[in-house]
């Protein structure tokens, strides 16, 4: 420990420095401003800022701590610094001599939501950072493994661990656990987990346990794929290097970055496999081996990048919910009932995260698409587009004396909606074609068969050249909406930096109020 905080950089020393203070950590010679009072007579505690101090005075400070707590604490800070400067490393020293396998990692890496959706909070008890070496060898190991977790919601509104799996290349299994939730459970979500309260009776091990078989098998640059990894880390209390983002890795042609294809869709479209069955629960172990198998098939290099739809012609499902989404958790879901008009029932979503959280969302069932679009239209509200070009709008509503808002979502893509109006309409058109044909047909018993069929053909022919003339119609409205899309994503991207520019000012104001304080 100590060889690796003499050669820390200063800024890694000031983390460890401010954390320890942070957490109230003291040495043999008391925290660091009593640390500072002994050994700076002339200005004791008053420079009490790490970033003022000379390194060799950081490195004495933090020499003094003993406590095994203590120093697995510093030692977790350093293998988080580690990480972060492999992540800066893969950017920054993208090579043509790469493995497909880093090729991998390094695509996860830059992904514009990594740096959010992997932001651990890493130092919290009972988090495990792996550890990790930048040695060319760790860099260009090829050892690989697929995970998948399942959580079920406590009574708290967090997630926990339920069970977890992970396979090998081979597609061979390393584990398979049950795994008993450390809290009181609320829902076992078993539509989704397919794990019912009977399942769990006589399971004894813990997520402790699973961390230790986990961290046995990830050695120094071993590789972790999953779907979505990061709900599987954040559930498991684990912060690894060397990931795959399956999600990261294949994008829709034409579609937003931050629209990401599900692991079902993937096995349809690069696979060519159905996952699972319409309303069947999720199988982690099937999960975990689709997810190796997706990134065995990039590796091979059998897939592009860029996918279609895996149907786009078939009927979404679920076209008979409304989304209700964003809405604050002192809504209760009776109160819901009175924003839409129609007949249906409330159905709560489990959240996404598994720390909660002061918004949820939840579902409204009509009988069929048709009342579900009929309630949608009567909705008075701001309507626009999510990120996936699904139609939402925003509604606002009196409660006690405040003004709550929240999205209603339909769960179909406009373009959808728009494709099946369009066959509808077609299908008008030739209907009353056909009558008309009819009719003639019927007050023309004697007229020529040749001449009927010919005058079917012409008509035909017709209904196609309308439909050129509307997709023709249509062609700059598209472009409209991509460039709409487009400029809705650099907005998107705009804000992230306002807001990293705004935490960065505020950090600045506060520094120099401080000076002002101490010149006083």
């Not at 972790?224 to 880390?233: F, I, R, T, W």
Request: proline share 3%.
């Amino acid at each position: 420990m100590e060889d690796k905080i003499v050669t820390a950089e200063k800024t890694v020393l000031v983390e460890m420095v401010r954390l320890a203070q942070k957490r109230g950590m003291k040495g043999r010679e008391g925290d660091w401003k009593e640390f500072l009072k002994r050994h700076d007579p002339k200005f004791g505690s008053s420079l009490s800022d790490p970033y003022k101090r000379p390194n060799d005075l950081l490195i004495a400070f933090l020499k003094t701590f003993s406590k095994e707590d203590d120093l697995m604490f510093l030692d977790k800070v350093l293998q988080c610094n580690e990480k972060r400067n492999f992540v800066k490393q893969v950017s920054q020293n993208a090579s043509d001599n790469e493995s497909p396998e880093q090729r991998l990692v390094r695509l996860t890496l830059e992904h514009p939501q990594y740096s959010m959706e992997y932001s651990f909070p890493s130092f919290n008890e009972g988090w495990i950072v792996t550890k990790f070496s930048q040695k060319s060898e760790a860099l260009n190991s090829n050892s690989i493994y697929a995970i998948d977790c399942e959580m079920v919601l406590c009574e708290d509104g967090t997630e926990n661990l339920v069970r977890v799996c992970m396979v090998d290349r081979d597609l061979q299994v390393k584990i398979d656990e049950l795994v008993k939730p450390r809290k009181e459970i609320k829902d076992y979500r078993t539509d989704i987990t397919g794990i019912s309260p009977g399942d769990l009776d006589d399971v004894t091990c813990s997520l402790v346990d699973v961390q230790k078989s986990i961290t046995k098998l990830l050695s120094s640059g071993t590789i972790l794929v999953g779907h979505s990894l990061n709900n599987d880390l954040r559930a498991l209390q684990l912060d690894h290097a060397r990931v795959i983002d399956t999600s990261y890795i294949f994008k829709y042609f034409n579609g937003s970055i931050y629209r990401r294809p599900s692991l079902n869709n993937l096995c349809k479209s690069v696979l060519g496999y159905d996952l699972r069955q319409e309303g069947a629960p999720h199988n982690c172990l099937d999960d975990a081996r689709a997810a190796m198998k997706l990134a065995l098939a990039k590796l091979e290099s059998k897939v592009d990048d860029v996918i279609t739809e895996a149907d786009e012609n078939t009927p979404q499902i679920g076209m008979e919910k409304l989304l209700l989404h964003r809405i604050p958790v002192n809504v209760s879901s009776e109160e819901l009932a009175g924003v839409i008009s129609g007949d249906f029932t409330i159905e709560l979503k489990p959240p996404k995260n598994v720390q909660g959280g002061d918004i949820y969302s939840a579902f409204a069932i009509f009988k069929n698409p048709k009342e579900a679009h009929e309630a949608f239209e009567q909705i008075e509200g701001s309507q626009n587009e999510d990120s996936s070009g699904r139609p939402q709008k925003l509604i606002r509503f009196q409660r006690s004396g405040t003004i709550v808002s929240i999205y209603v979502r339909k769960m179909g893509r406009k373009d959808f909606a728009d494709k099946l109006s369009s066959t509808k309409r077609d299908m008008k058109v030739i209907e009353n074609l056909v009558m008309s044909k009819k009719q003639k047909t019927d007050q023309n018993i004697g007229m020529d068969t040749i001449s009927n069929s010919s005058r079917s053909f012409d008509h035909v022919e017709e209904v196609e050249m309308l439909n050129l003339e509307l997709k023709q119609d249509s062609s700059p409205c598209c472009d409209h909406l991509n460039e709409v899309e487009r400029l809705k994503e650099e907005l998107r991207r705009k804000d992230y930096e306002l807001s990293n520019l705004r935490k960065a000012i505020t950090a600045l104001k506060k520094k120099n109020e401080k000076k002002k304080g101490k010149k006083k």
